[in-house]
């Protein structure tokens, strides 16, 4: 199987309009498409939204009964969809299914106006599945025929070029399981390992990757501490292991932090004591000056190759589940290993401020 990207996340929501409205004004997007009824999306609304590489769907129900109402009710807003770009989607579908992966819809051909789009679906290993995409035509319309184009003028200075990963919060005992699947059957590659404690709580975790790190998915599964951390609490609110956050590539984090809370996005604040001991940590800052980075609390780690950013958004959503992340790299193929460990605080202060 080859895969070359991750070709859009499509969200379940209660208001896809709202939803919508939410990331082209808050994040940055603009509306490409829209479907529904009247472009044969029975029971469902949908809107693409687009920002430099990075495509995300939108999808709401019209009515209580139907898969998009049921998963919306069970779990809140969340990633349904991760859909994976591959050359030959008879192929992927085949022998994802030899594989032992469950076919939910066969290769089918969405073709209009000249252009063609092959799409199959199959489940992934928890709540969530993977449609194949196959694009005769990369510039052309989203899915020919199921969705019509919205003229939605010309666009702003993007905040994002593009998804750097998206990643998983799984029950306890789920994580080798779970790189099973993508190692065994879908054929993404292990690349790396991290265990987190904080004084209350941790993780474990395993990065796959496919396509040259393209596609991207750290898995985290809790383990046992003191008190429930930030992923029980996902898991508990959300009913069971999925998506716990998308990141999103900036070319510059700090302009990116600035519009976003600009647009009133909320960030998580950095632990106490983060930035006081960051030089001790990691050397010399180079061109990032401290007092600029704890402004704007962006998380700095280095690796081998190179210098990581990151920053994450408080969660939206009612029930306090999907959030996002925008991470910068110099270069870093890490995922911030030191930075997990300051997430962690982070959320813990959250969620003891939200309960207190």
């Not at 998915?217 to 996902?234: C, H, I, N, T």
């Amino acid at each position: 199987m080859e895969f070359t990207r991750v070709d859009h996340a499509e969200l379940f929501v209660g208001d896809a309009a709202l939803s919508a409205y939410f990331f082209c004004h808050a994040f940055g997007f603009r509306m490409v498409a829209s479907g529904g009824p009247e472009t044969g999306l029975a029971g469902r609304r949908s809107f693409v939204l687009e920002q430099g590489d990075a495509r995300l769907v939108v999808t709401s129900a019209l009515g209580a009964g139907g898969e998009v109402a049921a998963y919306v009710r069970t779990h809140g807003d969340g990633v349904r969809d991760i859909a994976l770009a591959t050359p030959d989607v008879h192929k992927a579908f085949r022998e994802a299914v030899s594989r032992g992966a469950r076919g939910v819809s066969e290769p089918f051909v969405h073709e209009a106006n000249g252009q063609r789009v092959v799409k199959a679906t199959i489940s992934g290993p928890g709540t969530w599945v993977h449609s194949l995409i196959q694009r005769d035509t990369p510039s052309g319309a989203f899915l020919p025929g199921a969705y019509l184009p919205v003229d939605a003028g010309p666009s702003g200075a993007a905040l994002f070029s593009g998804v750097d990963h998206l990643a998983f919060a799984l029950e306890r005992g789920q994580l080798l399981d779970t790189v099973g699947f993508y190692v065994d059957v879908l054929g993404f590659e292990q690349t790396h390992q991290e265990d987190v404690r904080t004084e209350y709580s941790g993780m474990s975790s395993r990065v796959v990757q496919a396509a040259k790190g393209r596609v991207c998915f750290p898995l985290q599964e809790p383990v046992s501490g003191a008190r429930r951390g930030q992923l029980e609490d996902f898991i508990d609110a959300h009913g069971g292991a999925g998506v716990q956050h998308l990141a999103f590539l900036a070319d510059d984090i700090s302009r990116a932090v600035d519009g976003l809370t600009q647009r009133g996005v909320k960030l998580l604040d950095a632990p106490r004591g983060y930035y006081e001991g960051l030089e001790t940590r990691l050397g010399s800052l180079g061109p990032f000056r401290r007092e600029l980075l704890q402004e704007r609390n962006i998380l700095m780690d280095r690796d081998a190759w190179g210098v990581l950013l990151q920053v994450f958004t408080r969660s939206q959503h009612a029930r306090r589940t999907l959030f996002f992340e925008v991470i910068q790299r110099q270069q870093a193929r890490g995922f911030g290993g030191a930075n997990i460990q300051a997430l962690y605080a982070a959320k813990e202060q959250e969620a003891a401020r939200a309960a207190g």
